[in-house]
């Protein structure tokens, strides 16, 4: 199984961005610690990371017919890119969609996401692990088991 990792503007900055949200682990060694599940768990995953909704969009068409899944965190587009969800209604793969923060539990604006409509579900606040959770949930879809 082949897993995409998408994270959206500012996800870059993990690790100096607002700490006490987000916690002290910089990007890449999230994505070290996702790459250790997935080598456990027979999953190869691969990572993106862009600023850009463009950016993001071209790589969730570049998906096709190359992955099961992809787990998303759209960072801030997750509450107003309709194009991003356009993009993810394009593609006939599951989607996840991610949040490190309860996004609940925050400001009103976070409280909506217009992505999540062409999302199978979404995960929020527990950390660096709902991405773990994210590619769990990918694994137990049932085009997927
Ligand atoms: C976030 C929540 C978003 O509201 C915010 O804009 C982010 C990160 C999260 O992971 O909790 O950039 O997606």
């Known amino acids: 199984m082949r897993i995409l990792v998408i994270n959206g503007p500012n996800l870059n900055m993990l690790g100096v961005r ?13 994505n070290e610690e996702i790459t250790q599940f997935c080598i456990g768990h027979g999953i190869d995953a691969d990572f993106f990371q862009n600023n850009s909704e463009g950016a993001i969009i071209d790589a969730i068409h570049g998906a096709i017919n190359i992955y099961d899944g992809i787990v998303i965190n759209a ?10 969800a356009d993009a993810i209604k394009c593609i006939d793969i599951p989607v996840v969609e991610v949040h490190m923060s309860n996004v609940h539990s925050r ?5 909506k996401s217009v992505i999540g409509s062409g999302c199978c579900g979404v995960i929020a606040g527990f950390g660096d692990y709902s991405y773990i ?13």
């Open 75 to 84: 960072g801030a587009y997750t509450h107003y890119s309709i194009a991003i």
């Open 133 to 145: 959770l994210g590619i769990m949930a990918v694994m137990h879809m049932p085009e997927n088991r």
């Open 107 to 111: 400001e009103e604006y976070r409280h």
């Open 18 to 30: 607002e700490k006490s949200i987000y916690g002290t682990k910089t990007l890449d060694e999230i």
